[in-house]
């Protein structure tokens, strides 16, 4: 992760499927807690941004997972504002 200026909060998100998941659809949003919900948080890796308010009600879109067992994948948000 390139480092952050002064003030700027990295959010971390974790996602994984399970044995055998992989047969079942893409994994649903995961609604994230404790953001505020003013702010706005974007991607490192894609640049994609969203509010805190849709993190935590529709929640953060699952990028698509490696194929295998337990694929999982890290998504590192940043408050922008």
Same mark, same amino acid.
Request: zero cysteines; charged letters at 5%.
């Given at each position: 992760? *390139?480092?952050?200026p002064l003030g700027c909060t990295p959010v971390l998100r974790f996602a994984n499927a399970p044995d055998g998941a992989l047969s079942r659809p893409a994994h649903p949003p995961l609604r994230l807690r404790g953001l505020d919900p003013a702010a706005r948080y974007r991607d490192d890796d894609t640049g994609a941004e969203w509010s805190g308010? +849709? /993190? +935590?009600?529709?929640?953060l879109p699952v *990028? *698509? /997972?490696p194929d295998g067992d337990c694929a999982s994948a890290l998504v590192g948000l940043r408050r922008v504002d």
């Open positions: 992760m *390139p480092s952050r308010a +849709t /993190l +935590t009600g529709y929640g *990028p *698509p /997972l």
